[in-house]
């Protein structure tokens, strides 16, 4: 399965839930990405902004996501996960090109985004891209465990 083909385009209402559902399951990881369990599927998916959604699906099914949010100054904030059967093999790679481009036509001149500074496959990923690192938010997570973890905060000019 995961040597199928995968493309990306932008989300459709349609894709409110497995978005929602994708969310929920890297979650469970509780390691990339800021929300943990348990993650309310049908309020995530009703209120999913679909404006500056790029999915990835291969197979019909959705295994990866990008977000831009956009801000009315001129920057946009980034959140991402890829289905985990999924992950190594270009998708996240490729969400990103899109979203690059996406953000470019939007008129935006930036991307931002903040990182857990253990999450050595995303900064790599986000580096290969040329985000810089800008600074590091000192305990700025708490999580359910009760950790305080840091992030490290990465921009790209566009
Ligand atoms: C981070 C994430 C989106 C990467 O997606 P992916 O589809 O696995 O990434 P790709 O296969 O497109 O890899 C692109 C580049 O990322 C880097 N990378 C990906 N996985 C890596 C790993 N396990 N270790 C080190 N670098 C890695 C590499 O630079 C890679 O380029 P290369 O293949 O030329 O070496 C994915 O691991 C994920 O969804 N993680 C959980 C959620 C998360 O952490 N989201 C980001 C929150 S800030």
New binding site residues.
């Given amino acids: 399965m995961s040597d199928a083909p995968f493309a990306i385009r932008e989300a459709r209402d349609e894709d409110r839930r497995p978005l929602a559902l994708l969310i929920a399951e890297?979650a469970d990881?509780r390691?990339?990405?800021?929300t943990e369990p348990p993650v309310d599927v049908d309020a995530r998916a009703a209120s999913w902004n679909l404006h500056g959604s790029l999915v990835?699906v291969a197979n019909g099914e959705l295994v990866?996501n990008?977000h831009v949010e956009a801000t009315r100054f001129g920057f946009g904030e980034?959140?991402?996960?890829?289905?985990?059967p999924?992950?190594?093999?270009?998708?996240?790679?490729?969400?990103?090109t899109a979203a690059i481009e996406w953000s470019r036509e939007a008129g935006l001149h930036k991307l931002s985004?903040?990182?857990?500074p253990h999450?050595?496959?995303?900064?790599?990923?986000?580096?290969?891209f040329d985000f810089v690192e800008e600074g590091r938010l000192v305990k700025q997570f708490r999580r359910s465990s009760g950790e305080l973890w840091d992030a490290v905060q990465m921009g790209l000019l566009l």
Avoid: S
């Fill in positions: 890297v990881e390691d990339g990405i800021a990835a990866g990008i980034i959140g991402m996960a890829v289905a985990r999924w992950r190594g093999r270009g998708v996240g790679a490729a969400l990103l985004l903040a990182v857990f999450n050595e496959a995303a900064i790599a990923l986000y580096r290969k």
